[in-house]
């Protein structure tokens, strides 16, 4: 079993930054990918960033491309995002969450509220 938990959310303002945790309180993360996925009021969730145990990152969305970074320190089982320059439309609960062999993401995180004012 495989329990992930993020933190680190909470309410900014325009150009503030923020880090956010995601830990696998239990289980690992392993050799597998861990995503950030973001999900704003009245929208679908959209990716975000992903990271492979090796370090390797997907593309960024323009969206956060420059202001946004994924790292991973598998020691400590836990995953980070870094968001500078936060802007009102990065308002958003984010989750984490860890693919599995098949490729798909099986667990998910809980999630942590961001909430950005201008």
């Known amino acids: 079993q495989v329990r992930l938990v993020e933190s680190g959310g909470g309410l900014v303002q325009v150009g503030d930054s923020l880090r956010l945790s995601c830990a696998a309180a239990?289980?690992?993360?392993?050799?597998?990918?861990v995503g950030w996925f973001r999900q704003a009021p009245g929208k679908e969730r959209e990716f975000v960033v992903a990271?492979?145990?090796?370090?390797?990152?997907?593309r960024y969305p323009d969206s956060v491309k420059g202001r946004f970074i994924i790292s991973r320190d598998n020691a400590k089982n836990t995953v980070y995002l870094q968001m500078n320059s936060l802007k009102a439309e990065d308002t958003a609960i984010y989750y984490c969450?860890?693919?599995?062999?098949?490729?798909?993401?099986?667990?998910w995180g809980q999630g942590t509220q961001v909430m950005v004012s201008s």
């Open positions: 969450a860890r693919k599995v062999s098949g490729g798909e993401y099986k667990y």
């Open positions: 239990e289980g690992s993360f392993g050799i597998y990918d």
């Open positions: 990271i492979t145990w090796r370090g390797v990152t997907t």
